[in-house]
């Protein structure tokens, strides 16, 4: 698809790395890797899309609190595909390791869902251990996938195996089978699975996600029903709301030490619905953060 030379990326929000990289906490990088998706490809061509769908001619750039994020969100452009997939998840590794160790609370657009295990990995650096809330239809808990151990059905089950992961809550799940429910077993208390039939209608933070707990949120766009988001390679029907969603996001009261939106499909999308719903969701993360640290600033 032809991208107009003269769109505003991101509601207005991106400034240019020159600007002020030294001094924006909030930055936003592109995972273009489609390599470990099971069945359909397309994940790739995500991270554009998120861009310019959600133009600043026709969105601006404040989140729904009223948040202003113009010009506070520094674009690193897309973290390319290395010659394999071991040597792209090293560079996602250390890349990301970089931004925490900097201080930077990052923003990740993927790519499939596999981008989200180097990136768990290197939240290490960050000396504490890290709640992960997964939006998902899929609990990615398989040992492997056809063999593959970093398939993108199986980001759950390598992240639960990092000492530093404290906590997995999945929000919306609704594909469990046999060797996934024996992964849960396995993983005991540190794994929390909440199904999209059991959810209510006002999705509140899991409770023992306690104020200031430290999370990283990682949103399967296939965790929201087809409805709100078609452009996805492995739709499931009876999935969440748009709102269901964005209210989580503003209800929480963690500490988000960094977001990824993953499992973009342009190639099934609907007019660019689910890449804008992308964008949103990660627009209302940064608007979160944002809106935390002035809390914190008119506290002290
Ligand atoms: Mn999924």
Redesign the pocket.
Known sequence: MRISESAIPFGGCFTTVSESLSNSQLVFVGLPDDEQSSYRRGCAKGPERIRYAYDGYCYNSASESGIELTGAVVDLGDWLPQRSWDLTAQAYYEGAQSLFRAGKIPFFAGGD?AVTIPIGKALDVLGEPIHVVQI???S?LYPDFDGNPYS?ACVAARLLELKHIASVTQIGIRTMNWVQNQQVKQFGERLHVLSARELPEQLEPPPHLTEGAPVYLTI?L??LDPAFAPG?S?P?PGGLSSRQVLNLIQRARWNLVGMDVV?LNPEQDVNDQTAILAARLLHEGMGYVVEQSLTVNSEQ
């Open positions: 869902h998902d239809a899929h990615d993108h399967d296939d965790g996805v492995h499931v499992e």
